[in-house]
Nanobody, 119 residues
C-alpha cells in the first residue's frame, strides 16, 4: 500500500501560478504511474494529468499548455506546476498513485489539497 500526502494548495489570483507537491511513502517500488485529479464543488472528479514510469505524460485538454506534471523518482514525489490559473481551476486537487502487485492494479489516493483561484 502507498500513502500519499499533497501540499502546496492555497489562494491565488487569476493569472497566477501555484505548484502542488505529492510525496509517496510505503510500497513505492510498486508504483506504476502517478497523477493529479481535481474535483470542483458539485462536479465529478476529473483527470488533470498523469505520468507513468515511462515518463510519457497525459494531460486533460483544458490543462494543456498551462499545467506541467513532473516526477522525482528519487524522492518518490510528483509535482504539478500550474500557471495562468483561472477561476474555473478552483477545486480540491488529489494525487493518485497506481500500484501493481500479483493481485493486479490498485489506486491509491491522497487526502487532497484545496486550490482557490479568486481575486
Amino acid at each position: 500500500q502507498v500513502q500519499l500526502v499533497e501540499s502546496g494548495g492555497g489562494l491565488v489570483q487569476p493569472g497566477g501560478s501555484l505548484r502542488l507537491s505529492c510525496a509517496a511513502s510505503g510500497s513505492v517500488a510498486s508504483i506504476a504511474a502517478m497523477g493529479w485529479y481535481r474535483q470542483a464543488p458539485g462536479n465529478q472528479r476529473e483527470l488533470v494529468a498523469t505520468i507513468p514510469n515511462s515518463g510519457r505524460t497525459v494531460y486533460a485538454d483544458s490543462m494543456k499548455g498551462r499545467f506541467t506534471i513532473s516526477r522525482d523518482n528519487a524522492k518518490n514525489a510528483v509535482f504539478l506546476q500550474m500557471t495562468n490559473l483561472k477561476s474555473e481551476d478552483t477545486a480540491v486537487y488529489y494525487c493518485k498513485a497506481v500500484t501493481t502487485s500479483t493481485m493486479g492494479y490498485r489506486e491509491n489516493w491522497g487526502q487532497g489539497t484545496l486550490v482557490t483561484v479568486s481575486s
